[in-house]
């Protein structure tokens, strides 16, 4: 099942914000099936672009050691908030 919700508000500055899934492929030295494994989550944010280095902050801070937030490399930006069901290491 493929779920969306597409959510939007207004932040403490009166600025709109919108829901965005973003999909990160994680640095090929951390993981052993590279070009598979990806990060995604969902972040409110004024745009696509300022939503990408929320959710790479929320994937270095996952990690027990540090990461630059630019080796998490955005593969994708989608509106909404969605929930991934399988990914390229399902297979």
């Known amino acids: 099942m493929y779920r969306c919700s597409i959510g939007s508000g207004i932040n403490l500055l009166g600025v709109k914000m919108t829901s965005y899934t973003v999909f990160l492929l994680y640095p090929d030295y951390l993981t ?3 070009g598979a494994d990806i990060y995604v989550d969902s ?3 004024e745009d696509a672009y300022n939503a990408v ?3 790479q902050q929320r994937a270095v801070d996952a990690l027990e050691s540090p990461v630059p ?3 998490f490399r955005c593969v994708a930006v989608i509106a909404g908030e ?3 069901e399988l990914d390229a290491t399902c297979f």
């Open 32 to 34: 052993g099936d590279f």
């Open 43 to 45: 972040a409110e944010a």
């Open 53 to 55: 280095p929320i959710v």
């Open 69 to 71: 937030l630019d080796d």
């Open 82 to 84: 969605h929930e991934l």
